[in-house]
Each structure stands twice: as C-alpha cells, then as structure tokens.
C-alpha cells in the first residue's frame, strides 16, 4: 500500500471522540473514518454488563460489516455512592436521547446526589477500548481517572458528566469541563486507554500488506 494512509473506522457519530482520537494518531499513517463518512447502519445493541463487552460488540459488528479494522469504545462514570451506578448505563442515565440528553443526566445525577456529603462523592471514569480486524482478530486497552463529583456543572469544554467531574489531584480543583484539550488529554480515562492505541494498531496491522 506504499507509504499512504491507513482507514480505520471509529465505531461513533461523537464529534468529541472522533476529535479526541484523531488528536491521539495524529501524525501516524492511521486515518479515522466515522460513521458519519459511511453508509448507514443500524445502531449495535450495547447490552453488555462492562464497558468492554460493549466495546468488543460495537467493533467486532462494524469490522465484519465494512471489511476494516474498527475501533470501538464504551465508557462511563461510576459513583460510589449509587453502588457503581451510572455505569455502563452512563448515556441513558435518565433516559433521554440526543442533543439533550448530556444536560438530563446531569441534572439526574445531582439529584441522586443531594444529600451526599463532599467525603462519599468520589467516583470515576473508565473507558474500555477494542480493536478488530475484519476476521475477528482483535486487541483491547482501557483506562480509569479518579475524582468526584461537584454540586453544580462548572466548565464549557469536554462532554457527558465532564462539568460535574473533580479531577482527582487537581491543584486548582478543576472539573474536567475546565480542562484544556491537551490537558484532558494527559489524564482523562480515554486519554490514558488511547495511549496504547497506537501500538495496538501497529501490531494488529501490517502496514505492508494491503489485504489486512
């Protein structure tokens, strides 16, 4: 295939995560395709009980379906004060769909919140992310950021519960909203995961051959 670019599909429709993936293989022979460049398909059921079987789902049935290697992630945020939960329910915590659906599952969660104390708030991100190849070869990686959860939304950057989310270390005891790209980035839970995404592809593909 000489020295040009390699397609990999994104199992999304998710500007902020094609964005966040496009910034992590910038520079390598990788190109990332969405689900907005290909023909429609019908939505992958994430019925799995962890974030990987969720992951491994949507990327194995997208791998199969256009014949290329696909990357797919599942990721959420776990309160230990709700037992876990959202969890692998994070995007339809209260049960609302589309452009609204980021403001409803904030509201939701500091409503579960409200009478938790600062101490019993902590909770975490986890990302888990797969990579198959059409013939169902495939590699994983996941990643996890620690912090808790504020009393009000604060910040206009990032997406899902990233206003509500302290970052654990943080010196200025930011949200991860107030964050800039690169330093989400650096520690965010799919920053941490798509740090081995670059090997991964490289070992799961041979750039040498076209077939692959």
């Known amino acids: 295939m000489g020295g040009g670019p390699f397609e990999v599909v994104l199992a999304t429709t998710n500007a902020h995560k094609l964005r966040e993936i496009r910034q992590m293989l910038e520079g390598s022979r990788f190109e990332v395709l969405s689900l907005a460049d290909l023909p429609p398909v019908p939505e992958v059921v994430e019925d799995g009980d962890t974030f990987r079987a969720n992951a491994d789902k949507k990327a194995r049935s997208l791998a199969t379906r256009f014949g290329r290697v696909t990357i797919a992630d599942d990721s959420g945020i776990e309160v230990d004060a709700l037992d876990g939960a959202p969890g692998v329910y994070s995007a339809r915590f209260a049960g609302v769909e589309g452009s609204e659906a980021d403001e409803a599952n904030n509201k939701l969660l500091l409503e579960r919140l409200e009478d938790v104390p600062a101490p019993r708030r902590t909770a975490r991100f986890r990302c888990a992310l797969a990579i198959v190849r059409a013939d169902g070869q495939a590699r994983y990686t996941d990643g996890a950021v620690e912090g808790s959860i504020a009393t ?47 090997p991964l592809l490289r070992g799961l593909v041979d750039l040498s051959d076209e077939s692959v």
């Open 152 to 198: 009000a939304p604060r910040g206009r950057g990032g997406f899902g519960y990233d206003p509500l989310f302290l970052v654990e270390g943080d010196p200025a005891g930011r949200t991860m909203a107030e964050l800039s790209d690169d330093e989400k980035n650096a520690i965010s839970h799919r920053g941490r995961a798509l740090r081995s995404l670059l």
